[in-house]
């Protein structure tokens, strides 16, 4: 159970499925909000933001992908896509354009909920609101700073050399903590899954992949270039700048 209401949207055009799904969810503490299009969903997001949103890729007449697209530029919370689309090619693409996880339908409610707390716990500390509207912390010993970047954990904050801050979804803010704190080692994929997700990666597992790809479109100069996060084949990756406390 959890301690308090965590707000939980569940969008799926169908109802029987948003019912299921609610009436469990409160069942566990959670206060859930259900919808069955993207701009029911939009207006929700823009009133009374959710901490984490579970989406149906199979909307009619919508596509999921740009729904989790606007998401991600617009709002921090956790997204979780749970659809009957289980093609690995699915899978690839919605890690890519941000979920934090992808549930293929039929799935188990007790092990829905555990891929939900997992999670929140990963965003926890990060507000569910609009990213341009995160307000500047002080500076603190959380803040490590690489190449004129700053990380900041306790925030969960990745702050530009401009100033500005930009936006990372858990799984990346996740991913570029552990690889920061290991500069110059070189991390295996096994490695950096079980740090950030608490699990081995399968032979086929190309999460870590993806998400790397991603963090290098936001943080390289030149992302096929990359100097940042290096690939070391057959190894893993490689955070190579020197860094230290901000």
Not at 133 to 158: I, M, N, V
């Amino acid at each position: 159970m959890t301690t308090h209401a965590t707000h939980i949207a569940v969008l799926d055009d169908e109802l029987d499925i948003t019912q299921l799904l609610g009436n469990y969810l409160k069942t566990h503490g959670y206060r859930v909000s259900q919808l069955h299009n993207g701009r029911a969903l939009m207006e929700l997001m823009a009133r009374d933001t959710p901490a984490l949103v579970l989406l149906d890729l199979g909307l009619p007449g919508e596509d999921g992908f740009v729904i989790a697209r606007q998401l991600r530029e617009h709002w921090r919370c956790g997204l979780v896509i749970v659809t009957g689309r289980g093609d690995a090619v699915d899978k690839v693409v919605g890690l890519e354009v941000g979920a934090d996880d992808y549930v293929t339908k039929p799935f188990d409610l007790r092990e829905l909920v555990a891929r939900i707390k997992a999670v929140l716990r990963r965003i926890e500390g990060s507000p569910a609101a609009p990213a341009a509207a995160a307000p500047a912390p002080p500076a603190s010993p959380d803040r490590l700073k690489f190449e004129g970047w700053q990380l900041d954990s306790a925030a969960r904050r990745l702050i530009h050399p401009e100033g500005h801050d930009v936006a990372l979804t858990s799984g990346e803010f996740d991913l570029l903590c552990v690889l920061a704190r290991h500069p110059g080692r070189v991390l295996s994929r096994d490695f950096l899954l079980e740090q950030t997700r608490g699990r081995e990666a399968g032979p086929f597992d190309r999460t870590i992949d993806v998400q790397i790809g991603r963090l290098r479109k936001k943080i390289e100069a030149d992302p096929e270039q990359p100097q940042i996060i290096k690939s070391v084949r057959s190894a893993g990756y490689v955070f190579v700048p020197p860094v230290s406390p901000a």
